[in-house]
Every structure is written in C-alpha cells, then in structure tokens.
C-alpha cells in the first residue's frame, strides 16, 4: 500500500486540533479551562501512543531504522578517528587484495575464451611413445591422417606456434622481429573468428604453390602501420620475401597467445617433408568437437588412427601410439591455476585475518561504550536494534573499506598485468560484473562476520550487569580480554600458514635462482640471430657471415669470450633427434634414441665456461659437408656410452650421417627448473639436415658490465647487414630473470601478504595487552602493594600476551602442514614440510609477539599502586 | 478500545471502520465530530477512545475509501476534515451487508432454543 507519506507534524497538528475541538465543547458544557484539558487529554487516551503509531504506520519504519543507525553510525564513527581510519584501512587491505586476485582468477581461469562456443573447442595432443610426454607436439603427417580420417571433430587446424620473421619494408622504418604463428587456413574458422578487416585464408592460400599471403593482428596494424585500412592488400616483407596483406583480426583477438603478431598459412610456410614427416613433433593443433560427441570419444578415435599409422612404421621409434586432448582453455591457462589458487587462498588468509582484526577494535570499542548501551537496554532499546545498529557500524566501515579497496585493487591488477608478461590471457584481465558482486559480497560477509565475532559483549545479561559492576570487579571485560584473546589465536595462526606458504615459496625460488646453469651466467649478453633464406640461401653465405661476425665481436674491448649456440643454457628445450651409435648393436625395432640438439661454433665452449672435460673442441677448418664432429654432454656419456670411452666413436644421425665424438663438454641446463638432459652439439659451420643452421644465438661475455656491449654489439650486426634485425637482446641473468619469474612474483606477493598479516597479528596483541593492563591496572596496583616485584608483573602481562601466541603458533604450524601440500607443485626441490622453514617461521613469530608485547608490559611495570589505587 | 468502563460495549477491530464509514455518510466530518457523533448516536453505549480511531482513520484513508483534507470547523478552529469516497460508499454498502447477515445469522442461532 502506497499512500503520500505524510508528514508526522501534520498528523500532530490534526491532533492538536482535536483536542482543541475537544476542549471547546467541554468548555461550552460548563468545565473549566484545566478540567476541560485533562477530560480532554482522558478521553483521548495516549496522545505519545498515538503519534507513535501514526509513525509506525507503513513499511517506512525498516528504511528510516535503517536511515536513523547510519546517522548515528557516522556520527559515532566520526567522533573516533582513530578506529575507524585503522579499520577502513585494515579493510581496505584485504577486501583490495582479495578482489584484485579474484579479478585475475576470473578473467583467466574461469571466464570462458572468447571465441564460438568455446566449450567445444579442443587441443589435441600426441602421446610421446615413451610415455614421458603425455601432451607432446603433433606431427604434421600425424595430423594429415587425423584430418583425413577423424569424423568426431567438425574441424581441424593446425598451428606452429614458434615462428619469428623480420619484418621490414614499407617506408624505410626499421626492421624488426616479430613473433608469428603458421596455420592452416581454416584456424580463423575452427575458432569461430571472423577478421576486422579485409578475409581470412582460403584453402588456396594454404598451398606451396600459392602467393605468399598474410594476416596482421591489431596490435601490428596499430602501431606499425597507424591503423591504415589501406594496408589490405598491400606487401609487406617477411624475411626479404613479399607476402600480401589479406585481413586484420579483431582487436580482442590473440592465438596461441598474446605475443604472436602475424598469421602465415603453414602448408605454405613449411617444406614438405617437414610437413609431412609423422615423427618430427613441430606443431600444435585445436580441433571444435561434432555436436554431441564427447572430448573423449572423439579422442579415442584420434587414438585409433595414431596407432594404426604406428603400426604401419614400427621400424621408426618415434611414431606415437595414442593422442590425448584437453579442452582449450585448460591447454592455455592449465600451468596457471595451482599459483593463482594458492595466491586466492593467501589473500583470503589475509581478508580474514583483516576481519578479526575489526572484530577485535569493536569489541575494544563496545567496552567503552558499555555505559551508554547499558541505559539504552533499561529504557526498553531491544537487544535486536543494539545488534542492528552494531551491524550498521561494520556494514559502514566495511563499505568505506570496499570503496577504498577498489583503488587498492585497482592498482594491484595493473601492476600484476606489468609484472606478469608470462601469464596467459594476461589481454583479458579486467574487471567486470561478477567481480563487482564479488566485491559486495566481501564488503556484506566481513560486515557480518565482524560484528557477529564482536557482538558476544551485547549479550542482555551482560549490558545489565555492566551497570551494576564497579572498576574492582570485571567479570565482563574479562569476557572481552577473552574473546579478544580468541580472536587473536585464529589471527596468529592465519598468519603462521601465510608465513610458511611465503617461507617455502622463497626458499625455492632461491634455490632455483642459484641453480648451476653449468655455464658462466654473469656479464653474459645474448641475442637472437636469424638469416632471412632471401639473402642468405647458401651454406657458405651463412657461414661466412657467422665467421665474420664472431671475429668482429670478439675483437671488441672487454670481450672476454664470443660464441654461437642454437639457444643458450636457461633459454628453452630448443629441439631433439633420434641418432644411433654406430659401434654398439642395432636396437631393436620400435626402439629408438633421442638427445637434445644444438649447434655451436668451435670457441662457444670456452666462452661461456663451459669445461670440456674429455677430447676437444670442433675444427674450425671443417665445414659444410666435411664438418663431420660431434661433441656430447657428459650426462649423454653416462646415458649412452655408460663405462667406456666415447672419442673416436660415431653417432647416426640426421640423414643418417655419420658424426665423430671429438669431445665430451660438461653438462649444462636447458630450463633452470629441470633437471639435466643429454646434449649432442653439432658445429654451426656443418650441413646439417636442412643445410648450414639460419638462426643462432650469440653469446658474449665479457669482464664487467654486459649491457654497455649491447649496442656496440647491435651495431656490428648493422654493419654486416643494415636490414638484419636482432631479437630477443638479454643478458644471462635477464633470460634466468624470464624462466623463474612466475616463481619469483608468486614468492614475492605472498611474502608481501604474510609481512602484512604479521604486522596485523603484531598490532593485534598490541591492542590486547595494552587493554588487558588497562582492565588489570587495579589488579596489578594491588599485586605491586602486595609486594610483586616487576619480574612478576612482566610475567603476568607478557604471559597475557604469549600464550595466545603460542596456540596461534601451535595451530597455525598444524594448519600449515595440512595446507602447504597443496603448494608443492609450486616446490622446487624444496618439502612442504620443510623443518627449517617452520622452525625460522616460529622463531620469527615469537620474536615479534616479544616485541609487540614490550611496551604494554612497561606500562604495567610502570603502575604506581597508589594511583592505580585511587582510580575508581 | 476503552478499557475504563467494562460496561460499554467492546467493540470489534473492523466493526469500527464501518462506524466511522457510516458516521460520514452524513457529510464530511473531522476527527473529534466522528468520536463525538459514534458516542452520541449509540447513546454512550460505544465509547471510542479518541486516539485509537486515528489508526482507522488512516487505515480508511490509505484505502481511498475516505479522503481528508484541513478546513475550518463551524467555531473558526482549523480541523482535518474526512469525506467518503464512491468507493467508500460502496465499500459501506458490502460491509453494512455483512454485518446485517452475520447479525441475524448469530441472533437465529441464539433464539433456536430447541436444538
């Protein structure tokens, strides 16, 4: 019932009115002026009663209580600065933290990609033979089969993710390295995108014999080509060659990922037997499920083709015998859910900790004000209201800590987005409505939770007797001390959990930071190298270039060692090979070797330190079809050669050629976080499969500081050939820095967490203490006439103090063995259960109650009986 | 209700809408002349306690089945007057109906002696 609301002085001036009526009739049957009043008045009945009906009448009573608790809950917020400034801070600390991790949680891991139904897009996989890869590349001629055969998948598309060209042409700017992935024309399709401009590929793109063609994502035609339309159509040059531009993608739009600038088509960008070769695994592929078949049926049937095409090449050991699949979204964002959810579960710690934090200011707060609640209960104030208006006062600080959580959240989001260049849909990271959401519910859940926690003090029994109690007794306020005291044990044994979380996390990144490489890593600068086929089509061009820039680099002051490497320790997996060893027996069958490839010149060895611990280095002399050596990692000779002596012996290998093992080098790292694989390194000057290698890595060392080398170096590679574009210019410890920085962010944030939380704990039984010597001052005045000394009054406080602390530790350390399993995928080489994280944790912990407990125990030492005595 | 004088008639919740709708049929009537008018008319045998008719009168009021606005009263004093609506004519009507029949429905169960 909707009705004009009217104003209650109206109705009382209608009230006024009719007693005035009244009184006038009475007047006129002879009363006089009092007695006409008061039989006016009695007549009536409750004139109170009555407007107060009146102003309850309606629905409004719940939005003017409500309108009425805020007023007063500002006011009364108001007049305490202090609190409330610590509390909405506080707040404000969890709620932004939590919200700004939830906004990543979100945005990577649960909210579905971008693209047609993506619920029924998948990666598929082979399956390595040995078994150690369950999700290794595909081969081109394995795909060719799937695509021909496959009836559970509406559509197939293949990727080669890992390409990079130089981009130059146009107008004399400058050359550069863009990131590129090859695919089959029907990518776009698959994926359900349409481009922004211009078309996508068609089946005759996708030929050998087809112009080259290209399409160009956003961010290129943004910035390279200021966003010209005219662009389509054009050519632009990729790796000296002419491609024609056909289409620009969305804006929004990034596959495989979000460095990738450029689309070739892949049957057209690759050569054939690379292609069609079924045991060289160089791509990746993305299939959409037929409606109503199942990841895993269509799957199964992958499988069956895989194993057919196995068994018809059982002499090549290195044919998969199944596939395997994984929706897309988890192929793309998987690696990330065990840190993020690690980091969610820490903000949320810290949230709560926040939280009791709160609750304890209240309860210290409500003890101030238990006087005024008190008379507010004996005039008739149910204890409902006081609770409402209690919840009012946290629903208030709750939302200012809200609303100043958001910019905290904010500004964390854009510093994880700068941090993290590593993450996967990092493009997508924004908020949006069910953050928003996320965002209330916090801002309700801490609302109630804090004042539920610290609403105990409002029991009826309570507030009447707090009336009767004089300052001697304090039945109450122990009650408080209590509770507080509670509080302060879940507060001290979140933050035992998030200090060992942090503990292991940078005792591992630690561990992993000074990994032995097995290389020289300071003042160690590289760059990535690669000769365009156009200009560089000849071995002999390619080698001479790779001669004469060495010369010249190493010729350079404060050069102290230059070499090449087809990627340097610490920089990726690079590619392997099957290979035999001519003097041992054939394996059987279906059995086959592999070994990791490089390719290297002659001096890289010594100018990155790595020790040759048998035979020699390449000849320098030998090149092209003569280069005939072989040098293998010393974990390759305990692999391979196990217990006899491998110089002089000979490897098969690429093409079945054989390579002499001139040397024996030791053992370096391709990933810093794997452990060690064998290694054969072949010499750059040599043909190898497909010729003298086009790409390398130069590595140079020098005797200080590296990056003063980078652009003299960059200018070197200018002078042997102005349009050759250098990528990827790191020094050694920059490329470490790359590959551990998701160990070294994770770290650092949850360190930053527990230290917060710490000084939380630590401020928490500060305010403790100090309130348990303020309830206690009489006590303890007495105690000291009594003729305590100030050890004991020290023991008394402290003990207040510690032995929440140690059952907060106790519980806390429990709580941490539980929990930290969870992070052990994120462990290297480190126990969840690390003994001596746990042992420094606690040390840690109590060594910090000791000092939070430092000054309210002075205080106390400091209380003079007499005053204390007098205090009423 | 008055609980002053057990004698008078206590009246039920609902039964004093219908006075109060009757009362104006008269004409409109301000708040103290519709006490005044239910006490006299039932001859001081309903005794309305003054402040315990505003409720009704808002009740009525928010049901559109009375209108009020402030006037002048016949001595110069200002006073909110109430008027009936169509629809509180109407609602007169079916609730003098109801009455009318549970009356006698009660009064013949009360006169049946033989059962």
Redesign the interface.
């Known amino acids: 019932?909707f009705?004009q609301k009217r104003k209650p002085s109206d109705?009382n001036?209608?009230?006024e009115?009719?007693?005035?009526?009244?009184v006038?009739?009475l007047k006129g049957q002879g009363m006089s002026e009092e007695e006409a009043q008061s039989a006016a008045q009695r007549?009536?009945?409750?004139?109170t009663?009555?407007q107060e009906?009146?102003y309850e009448?309606?629905r409004w009573m719940l939005w003017d209580t409500l309108r009425q608790d805020i007023r007063y809950g500002l006011r009364g917020l108001a007049k305490s600065p202090g609190f409330t400034a610590a509390s909405i801070l506080t707040l404000a600390l969890g709620i932004g933290a939590t919200t700004a991790l939830f906004t990543v949680v979100r945005s990577v891991l649960l909210k579905p990609l971008p693209f047609k139904e993506p619920g029924r897009l998948v990666r598929v996989y082979e399956q390595s033979p040995d078994g150690k890869s369950p999700f290794n590349w595909i081969a081109g001629g394995v795909f060719a089969q799937w695509k021909k055969q496959s009836r559970g998948f509406s559509d197939l598309a293949l990727v080669a993710p890992w390409m990079q060209y130089s981009l130059s042409g146009a107008g004399g700017q400058l050359p550069e390295k863009v990131r590129a992935a090859e695919c089959s024309w029907n990518l776009f399709s698959t994926l359900g995108v349409k481009p922004a401009l211009g078309r996508s590929f068609s089946a005759a793109d996708d030929q050998l014999s087809a112009n080259a063609t290209v399409v160009l994502s956003w961010g290129i035609w943004q910035r390279r080509y200021g966003g010209d339309p005219s662009i389509v159509n054009q050519t632009i040059l990729l790796d000296a060659k002419p491609y024609a531009v056909i289409g620009i993608m969305p804006s929004w739009f990034t596959y495989p990922d979000s460095s990738i600038q450029l689309w070739t088509p892949v049957y057209h960008e690759e050569k054939t037997e690379e292609i069609q070769a079924i045991d060289s695994h160089d791509f990746t592929a993305v299939g959409r499920l037929q409606p109503g078949v199942t990841r895993e049926e269509a799957t199964a049937e992958l499988s069956v083709i895989t194993r057919r095409l196995h068994d018809q090449h059982l002499d090549n050991p290195f044919v998969s015998k199944a596939a395997n699949s994984r929706p897309l979204i988890d192929g793309m964002v998987g690696d990330f859910k065990t840190p993020l959810y690690v980091l969610l579960a820490a903000t949320g710690c810290l949230l709560l900790i926040a939280c009791l934090n709160v609750a304890s200011l209240l309860v210290a707060r409500g003890a101030a004000r238990r006087r005024e609640l008190a008379i507010r209960a004996a005039l008739g104030g149910s204890r409902w209201r006081l609770l409402c208006e209690h919840l009012t006062e946290s629903l208030l600080l709750s939302a200012g800590g809200g609303g100043a959580g958001i910019l905290l959240a904010n500004a964390l989001i854009q510093w994880f987005i700068a941090a993290r260049p590593d993450m996967s849909r990092i493009e997508a990271i924004r908020m949006d409505g069910w953050v928003a959401v996320f965002l209330l519910g916090l801002v309700f859940a801490c609302a109630f939770f804090a004042s539920l926690t610290s609403s105990v003090s409002l029991r009826g029994g309570e507030i009447l007797s707090s009336l009767q109690e004089s300052s001697r007794s304090h039945s109450a306020a122990n009650a408080r001390v209590r509770l507080r005291q509670g509080l302060l044990i879940i507060e001290v044994g979140l933050t035992v959990v998030l200090l060992v979380g942090a503990g292991l996390l940078l005792k591992s990144y630690e561990r992993l930071r000074t990994t032995d490489l097995g290389c020289v890593t300071r003042n160690v600068l590289t760059m990535r190298l690669s000769l365009p086929e156009a200009k560089y089509g000849q071995g002999a061009q390619r080698v001479s270039f790779y001669q004469g820039l060495l010369e010249r680099v190493r010729s350079l002051p404060s050069v102290q060692g230059a070499g090449l490497v087809r990627v340097v320790p610490g920089q990726g997996y690079g590619g392997d090979s099957g290979f035999a060893i001519a003097e041992h027996p054939p394996l059987p069958p279906g059995k086959g070797q592999n070994a990791i490839v490089r390719w290297a010149d002659p001096g890289y060895f010594k100018a990155l330190g790595i020790p040759l611990l048998r035979g020699k280095t390449f000849d320098e002399n030998q090149q092209l079809d003569q280069a005939r050596e072989v040098i293998i990692s010393e974990s390759f000779v305990r692999r391979f050669f196990p217990g006899e002596d491998p110089i002089g012996k000979h490897l098969l290998t690429i093409g079945h050629r054989s390579f002499e093992v001139v040397g024996v080098a030791g053992d370096t790292r391709f990933q810093i976080s794997e452990p060690v694989q064998p290694m054969m390194y072949f010499p750059v000057y040599a043909n190898l499969l497909t010729g003298v290698p086009p790409w390398a890595t130069l590595a140079v060392r020098s005797d200080h500081d590296v990056s003063s080398l980078a652009l003299p170096v960059q200018k070197i590679v200018q002078e042997f050939d102005p349009e050759l574009a250098v990528g990827d210019v790191l020094t050694m410890d920059q490329v470490i820095g790359k590959s551990t920085l998701d160990a070294g962010f994770d770290a650092t944030l949850l360190l930053a967490f527990a230290v917060f939380s710490l000084v939380l704990a630590a401020v928490g039984l500060f305010g403790v203490l100090s309130y348990v010597v303020a309830q206690r001052t009489i006590e303890i005045g007495i105690r000291v006439a009594l003729g305590a000394r100030k050890a004991d009054v020290l023991r008394l406080v402290v003990g207040q103090g510690m032995i929440p602390g140690f059952v907060g530790l106790g519980l806390g350390v429990i709580g941490a063995l539980g929990l930290t399993r969870f992070m052990s995928s994120l462990l290297y080489e480190i126990e969840p259960a690390d003994p001596a994280t746990f042992a420094l944790v606690s040390a840690l912990l109590i060594i910090v109650a000791l000092f939070a407990s430092y000054i309210p125990a002075r205080r106390a030492t400091k209380v003079d009986p007499m005053v204390a005595l007098r205090y009423e | 209700m008055s609980t002053q004088d057990q004698e008078r008639l206590e009246l039920l919740q609902g039964t004093l809408d219908l006075l109060i709708l009757r009362t104006l049929i008269f004409g409109p009537q301000h708040g103290q002349g519709i006490a005044r008018a239910i006490q006299q008319t039932s001859a001081d045998e309903l005794l309305v306690e003054h402040g315990a008719l505003y409720p009704a009168l808002q009740r009525l009021e928010s049901r559109r089945w009375i209108a009020a606005e402030w006037g002048v009263s016949t001595n110069n004093r200002k006073a909110r007057f109430y008027r009936l609506t169509k629809l509180g004519r109407k609602q007169l009507v079916r609730e003098t109906t109801k009455w009318n029949r549970l009356t006698q429905a009660i009064g013949r169960v009360l006169t049946n002696s033989e059962s």
């Open positions: 019932m009705w109705f001036a209608e009230v009115a009719h007693l005035a009526l009244e006038e009739r007549s009536f009945g409750n004139v009663r009555a009906r009146f009448s309606g």
